[in-house]
């Protein structure tokens, strides 16, 4: 049963549609963390990390965590498992304007980036936050003609190179090419 409305929850939030909560926030905590200690250890705290920063989930599944417009997401999923032979278990998705089809012929820097939400929208799936920052920052600079995809992917490649070593990148901190203005 509890599957059964987990699954229905997950699809009311894939739709964009509103569904009635199953649980308060302090009862969808205690279920998420109830979840997430079966998780493998990297999973474990991926998702510890997104509930203090998100708080709560708003979908639970026993495989999926998910969020609904928690700026600058429209939408974060962290799964348990990542892709088979990958460490990408954690999708974030951004409201993002234009036509679908010049986006999506632009931003094949081979980074983690795809259109989403029938072109509403730029999702990146990677191991974190900070390289979904760094992809759908690039993406939009390729959209927007600062950089060539070549050029995209090699400052990819640099900057994770040099994040590993412990240096900083704007591009990794956050989504630069939203308003200031807002939260």
Same mark, same amino acid.
């Given at each position: 049963?509890?599957?059964?409305? &987990?699954? =229905?929850?997950?699809?009311?939030?894939?739709?964009? &549609?509103?569904?009635?909560?199953?649980?308060? @926030?302090?009862?969808?905590?205690? =279920? $998420?963390?109830?979840?997430?200690a079966?998780?493998?250890?990297?999973?474990?705290?991926?998702? @510890?990390?997104?509930?203090?920063?998100?708080?709560?989930?708003?979908?639970?599944a026993? !495989?999926?965590? @998910?969020?609904?417009?928690?700026?600058?997401w429209?939408?974060? =999923?962290?799964?348990?498992?990542? !892709?088979?032979?990958t460490?990408? +278990?954690?999708?974030?998705?951004?409201?993002?304007?234009?036509?679908?089809?010049?986006?999506?012929?632009?931003i094949?820097?081979?980074?983690?980036?795809?259109v989403?939400?029938?072109? $509403?929208?730029? /999702?990146?799936?990677?191991?974190?936050?900070?390289? +979904?920052?760094? @992809?759908?920052?690039?993406?939009?600079?390729? =959209?927007?003609? $600062?950089?060539?995809?070549?050029?995209?992917?090699?400052?990819? !490649?640099?900057?994770? !190179?040099? /994040?590993?070593?412990?240096? +900083?990148?704007?591009?990794?901190q956050?989504?630069?090419?939203?308003?200031?203005?807002?939260?």
């Amino acid at each position: 049963m509890r599957i059964r409305l &987990c699954v =229905v929850v997950l699809a009311g939030l894939a739709a964009g &549609c509103r569904t009635a909560e199953p649980f308060d @926030a302090a009862r969808r905590d205690d =279920v $998420a963390n109830a979840i997430i200690a079966q998780w493998p250890q990297a999973s474990r705290i991926a998702a @510890a990390g997104l509930l203090g920063k998100y708080g709560p989930p708003d979908a639970l599944a026993a !495989d999926a965590l @998910a969020w609904k417009d928690k700026y600058p997401w429209k939408r974060i =999923v962290l799964w348990k498992e990542p !892709d088979e032979g990958t460490a990408d +278990n954690l999708e974030e998705t951004v409201a993002y304007e234009g036509p679908p089809e010049i986006i999506a012929g632009r931003i094949g820097f081979g980074g983690p980036v795809f259109v989403a939400d029938g072109g $509403a929208a730029l /999702s990146a799936r990677s191991s974190n936050e900070h390289i +979904n920052f760094l @992809a759908l920052n690039l993406a939009d600079e390729i =959209v927007r003609g $600062a950089r060539t995809p070549e050029q995209a992917r090699a400052f990819y !490649d640099r900057t994770l !190179d040099l /994040s590993s070593a412990g240096k +900083n990148s704007r591009y990794m901190q956050r989504l630069l090419f939203l308003d200031r203005s807002e939260p």
